[in-house]
């Protein structure tokens, strides 16, 4: 195994966007599986070959900047997720107003009658049964 670890000197190896790429190749073969469309096998090829220019990619600091960009993204999407999830957790004991002023989403607790509500952000009161 020497050889590979002097071989993967100054390479990128590894990161988040290939373990990535690899679980979304293995969506796909799944796909393909299921609903018989070969074409889509191209796909994760394409994804296969991304991933190994990436592992042997000489041009780290790139590779680097990729995989942070991608990062973001990604923390971006599973916040707004959990966010939904929390949403959906509280429906039974909370309402959702959306402020009329600024769109912003307030939690007010159910069965309270009608209420004022002043939003957090910029101040605005409305009324609302809960
Ligand atoms: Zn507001």
Redesign the pocket.
């Known amino acids: 195994m020497k050889w590979l670890r002097n071989f993967m000197i100054g390479r990128n190896g590894v990161d988040q966007i290939c373990i990535a790429l690899i679980i979304a190749y293995f969506v796909i073969s799944m796909l393909v599986t299921f609903t018989g469309i070969k074409e889509l096998m191209i796909i994760g090829y394409v994804l296969w070959g991304v991933c190994l220019f990436r592992i042997l990619s000489r041009d780290v600091i790139k590779r680097r900047k990729e995989n942070m960009i991608f990062l973001q993204w990604w923390n971006k999407v599973s916040y707004k997720f959990r966010n939904k999830s929390n949403e959906v957790k509280s429906m039974k004991t909370h309402r959702i107003f959306k ?1 009329p ?4 989403k307030l939690r007010v607790p159910k069965g309270k009658g009608k209420v004022t509500i002043t ?1 957090s ?4 009161e409305f009324s609302k049964r809960t």
């Open positions: 402020c002023n600024c769109k912003l939003c952000r910029c101040k605005t």
